[in-house]
């Protein structure tokens, strides 16, 4: 079963827009991780959150972790034509398996 | 640096027919993983390793069988192909508890 789910499944915007896009799971977890993927590649690492951490920031990438609610955000600002691909949160769960769980993932469309 | 590859990168298989999956890292990365992907599936993993000689089941392992030999190469096989094995499969390798690295995957239709 897929512990993270993204939320909206698709997203369409206008160059120069924030994205926002929104990740929920289900048990504890050691950290959250998303990830983009372009149409025909394979996923890319964007940044990684550890559970005793709230936010974190990477370029005009801005992650928020709330662990009461078991949710994630992951905010593009100033969205770009190239920022469009696939967006998915994976969880590591707690308890030392080491083997993250993926969502199904946001589609996020960025028209030019 | 090549990160992490595959091959073949598209198949097509008929019914019944066997084929192997290769994957191979060149990161010393001691996790590999094999998940497919389907259209609102997102990544189901079907096997992993979490060292050179050990492989663990995954969400949906049926029907596919697993190496790990070397390290540095992770196997995916198919040992009686079905059409709902069409799929794109991605290995993805990682040092325990750091984000992954992904192939390109290998896109295989099974008629």
């Known amino acids: 079963s897929q512990q993270g789910e993204e939320d909206p499944q698709a997203l369409s915007i206008q160059e120069g827009e924030n994205a926002t896009m929104n990740c929920s799971y289900k048990?504890?977890?050691?950290?959250l991780q998303w990830y983009r993927q372009n149409s025909g590649r394979g996923l890319v690492h964007l940044i990684l959150?550890?559970?005793?951490?709230r936010e974190k920031h990477s370029g005009r990438l801005r992650v928020t972790l709330d662990t009461s609610k078991k949710s994630s955000s992951l905010l593009i600002t100033a969205s770009r034509a190239a920022d469009t691909a696939s967006y998915f949160c994976a969880t590591d769960p707690a308890g030392g398996s080491y083997i993250p769980t993926f969502g199904r993932g946001t589609s996020l469309i960025v028209h030019p | 640096n090549a990160g992490v590859t595959q091959t073949p990168k598209f198949r097509v298989l008929k019914t019944g027919q066997s084929m192997t999956l290769l994957c191979a890292q060149d990161m010393n990365h001691e996790y590999m993983y094999w998940y497919r992907q389907d259209p609102g599936m997102g990544l189901r993993l079907i096997h992993y390793?979490?060292?050179?000689?050990?492989?663990a089941k995954g969400e949906v392992p049926d029907g596919y069988n697993v190496s790990r030999l070397k390290k540095q190469n992770f196997l995916l096989g198919l040992e009686s192909a079905a059409p709902s094995q069409t799929s794109v499969y991605f290995c993805a390798s990682s040092q325990q508890t750091q984000p992954q690295h992904f192939g390109d995957g290998t896109r295989l239709s099974i008629l």
């Open positions: 390793s979490v060292g050179e000689g050990t492989t």
């Open positions: 048990t504890s977890i050691n950290n």
């Open positions: 959150i550890r559970s005793n951490e």
